[in-house]
């Protein structure tokens, strides 16, 4: 199953970001943001593709000011913005 994450400029906003999406119950993880993407604080918030339309609702609603955008990983690994 296809991956992506979000990207922040915020560490506080990322771990927010996270513990909102648990609470709608959407799988997700947080992970270092890959050097490939060459942004943010070093944190993003990873998850399904599946669950992207869940999680833009989520990010509008928190007003995460700090998040960079949506990313997913090309098939050499190398981070792509959508």
């Known amino acids: 199953m296809r ?3 979000v990207a922040f400029r915020s ?3 990322a ?3 996270y513990e909102a999406l648990l609470n709608y119950h959407i799988g997700c993880k947080v992970i ?3 050097s490939s993407a060459g ?3 070093g944190l993003s ?3 399904f593709a599946k ?3 869940q999680a833009k609702i989520v990010l509008e609603r928190g007003k995460f000011a700090s998040a960079v955008g949506f990313y997913y ?3 050499n690994g190398k981070a792509i913005r959508l």
């Open 15 to 17: 771990i927010r970001f």
């Open 3 to 5: 991956e992506f994450f």
């Open 73 to 75: 990983f090309s098939n």
């Open 39 to 41: 942004l943010g604080c």
């Open 45 to 47: 918030v990873k998850l």
């Open 51 to 53: 669950d992207m339309g």
């Open 32 to 34: 270092n943001t890959p």
């Open 11 to 13: 560490r506080a906003e």
